[in-house]
């Protein structure tokens, strides 16, 4: 059993003007699968190595089971981590850099070798262990890295971003294997990552982040959905959501230009109620929901936008569009049973059911109940 | 117009040839001393580069001279080079891994005094630790040794930057699987850092191994031949009979070629150690 309270934690840095982290709170349940996911210099690893005990907590406290943790020394925390860079032994075998931790902490010899054999099991590295981390491929002193992590049956594991340095198929096989990994043994988990493929994939519960604020806590399907801000709906999903900066009038959205669409009624309801008409809105979709069967079309024919295809790009199953509709662009995903050539005018309808409406000023998501911080 | 593989041809010759002269020059000298060495001669100066007749006589002369205690001289200047060399490179080591790796707050301050300081040669300060050492009665071997690994402190920056390129990020998981600072140090920084201890070992023995200046000063009151290390007592060698300063020069040139002999064995033994890339594999590539 292990719980960690992240009781309204700042970080500001000597040498920094501004906070790198600003009122960060969190509690996370025992065998929990926390992501940490942003851009670079959103102050995602700050918070983790301040859980770590490798940054000092300029305000707030950090607790694990109740314990107060600011003062406490990285080794005595009771964590393991995995850097992104790695930082194996490079002096040591593949063994020793597993067993070292274990050796610092006196454990038994049979105890030790017992704990990394069953490591280097469960991660395939039985043939290496002798090796040491230059003869070893990337993916294995990845593995290395875990194997260091797992040995010491800690019950927290933090990982820095430690699939950022593999290579795109090694980087899908490593987080499958990590997900296995925390299936069986079950650890507390905190990974960070500014990739939010991981972090759909990984995660039990999702901490979005941007400079330095958290902008939404909740389950992946939460922040996908129901995105709290502009922030978390652009960043969330691949490719991004569009956004148009419309106008909101009677019922319908429009550019000024080529775009018009009609607003189904709930919400406009509530884009009514809360005293929009008239006034300048976000309007967000995400590439899967703009569609160019026909059978889309005509069933919608007041979400039609005409449009000439700028690039377009054949993923295998599906294409991707990028399109121009006057000054507007915006991305696509459709069937690639339709394929477009560059230059093709087409007509693309907007599942306007599925958009998101943003205050323009706040970037706020419009909504009849306004999304909690923590889902 | 000529061609590029030509072009490419000049100018690799006239690479070679420009290496080739400068070799040459830099070997001569040598070269000469080497050959002088063994030349047998008892009016003086050496007039010709080769020999004109070979011997030995020249080392068994400095070796079994009674006027001139050799042995003692190398026994003195060894004891003095392998103490400082230890104690210098413990401190110079120990400074330079604690201004890499630890932040405090006089790091920045200290790095700009030792950068100015180092600026000024040490043999500046030779009266006054001429008479420091008098007035602690320390002219004698070891107020040498006191003298080479007083500076130690300072010569850290090239070890800094060394220490400098081994990711934090090593010590941070070493931290995190449960070390103490001493136990990073210890099993961490140190055995990686083998290339750059061996280097600091090397400077630290060559130059107490080699100056003249301090050791002439610190050990030349004493008046006893037996005390000095090898370069003063061969400056003394040619020096203390003037007029007949010529009979020893062979001898002289001898004892050079002896000097250069621990530390081209030194260098030999220690160079395998200079491995480059001992952090490959700990990172990322």
Redesign the interface.
């Known amino acids: 059993m292990v719980e960690i309270d992240l009781d309204h934690l700042y970080k500001k840095y000597d040498d920094g003007e501004d906070y790198s982290v600003v009122d960060f709170d969190l509690h996370i349940k025992d065998k929990e699968f926390i992501v940490f996911v942003g851009p670079s210099g959103c102050g995602k690893s700050t918070t983790l190595r301040m859980i ?3 940054e000092d907590i300029t305000k707030g406290e950090l607790k694990i089971d109740d314990k107060v943790m600011n003062d406490v ?3 005595d925390r009771n ?3 995995v ?9 040591m075998s593949v063994y020793d850099n597993m067993a ?2 274990l050796k ?2 006196h454990y038994k010899k049979e105890d030790i070798d017992e704990r990394v054999q069953n490591a280097a099991e469960i991660l395939g590295l039985k043939p290496f262990l002798d090796r ?5 491929s ?1 993916g294995q ?1 990845q593995r290395v890295a875990l194997g ?1 992590a797992i040995v ?1 049956d800690a019950p927290i594991f933090l990982m820095d971003e430690p699939l950022s ?1 593999l290579d795109a198929k090694l980087r899908v096989s490593m987080r499958a294997e990590i997900a296995k990994l925390h299936q069986r043994l079950n650890t507390t988990t905190i990974y960070v990552t500014h990739d939010q493929t991981e972090a759909m994939t990984m995660a039990d519960r999702v901490v979005v982040m941007s400079v330095g604020h958290v902008q939404q806590i909740g389950t992946p399907a939460e922040v996908y959905q129901n995105p709290r801000n502009q922030f978390v709906a652009g960043f969330i999903g691949s490719p991004a959501m569009n956004f148009f900066n419309m106008t909101y009038q009677d019922g319908f959205v429009s550019d000024g230009q080529s775009i018009r669409l009609k607003v189904p009624e709930g919400r406009a309801k509530i884009l009514d109620d809360q005293g929009y008409n008239g006034k300048e809105v976000v309007f967000g979709i995400r590439p899967e929901d703009i569609h160019s069967e026909e059978a889309f079309l005509e069933t919608w024919p007041d979400a039609v936008i005409s449009s000439t295809v700028s690039v377009s790009e054949l993923l295998g199953a599906t294409e991707q569009l990028y399109l121009k509709a006057d000054d507007t662009e915006y991305v696509a995903n459709v069937n690639a049973r339709d394929f477009h050539n560059p230059g093709d005018h087409v007509k693309m309808g907007f599942d306007v059911n599925k958009a998101h409406f943003f205050d323009k000023d706040t970037t706020m998501a419009i909504v009849a109940k306004p999304i909690p911080l923590e889902g | 117009m000529t061609s590029y593989h030509a072009q490419r041809r000049a100018s690799l010759i006239a690479r070679y040839v420009l290496l080739a002269l400068l070799a040459a020059l830099w070997l001569f000298p040598i070269v000469w001393i080497v050959l002088a060495s063994f030349s047998y001669n008892d009016t003086g100066f050496v007039s010709t580069i080769w020999p004109k007749q070979f011997t030995l006589s020249n080392y068994t002369g400095i070796f079994t001279s009674t006027q001139f205690p050799f042995v003692y001289w190398i026994r003195n200047t060894l004891f003095v080079s392998l103490v400082s060399m230890v104690l210098s490179t413990f401190v110079t080591i120990s400074v330079a891994y604690a201004l890499s790796r630890l932040r405090f707050r006089f790091r920045k301050p200290y790095l700009q005094i030792a950068l100015v300081l180092g600026m000024f040669p040490g043999f500046m300060s030779m009266i006054a630790l001429y008479y420091i050492l008098k007035s602690f009665n320390m002219l004698n071997l070891g107020g040498l040794i006191l003298v080479y690994v007083g500076g130690a402190g300072l010569g850290f920056y090239i070890a800094k930057g060394f220490f400098d390129t081994i990711p934090r990020s090593i010590d941070e998981a070493a931290e995190i699987d449960g070390a103490s600072r001493w136990q990073v140090f210890l099993h961490i920084g140190l055995p990686m850092s083998k290339p750059i201890i061996v280097y600091t070992a090397l400077t630290a023995f060559i130059a107490p191994w080699t100056d003249f200046i301090f050791s002439g000063i610190i050990l030349s009151s004493s008046g006893n031949a037996k005390t000095y290390t090898i370069a003063y007592g061969l400056y003394n060698m040619v020096h203390a009979t003037k007029g007949t300063s010529t009979t020893y020069f062979t001898w002289f040139i001898a004892g050079c070629v002896v000097i250069a002999v621990p530390i081209t064995i030194l260098f030999i033994i220690m160079q395998k150690f200079y491995v480059n890339g001992i952090t490959a594999g700990a990172d990322k590539g």
């Open positions: 770590a005990g490798l020394a990285p080794k964590i393991a981590m850097f992104q860079n790695y930082a194996l032994y490079p002096h070292f931790g610092l902490r040491k981390p230059a003869a070893l990337g002193r260091r010491r340095n």
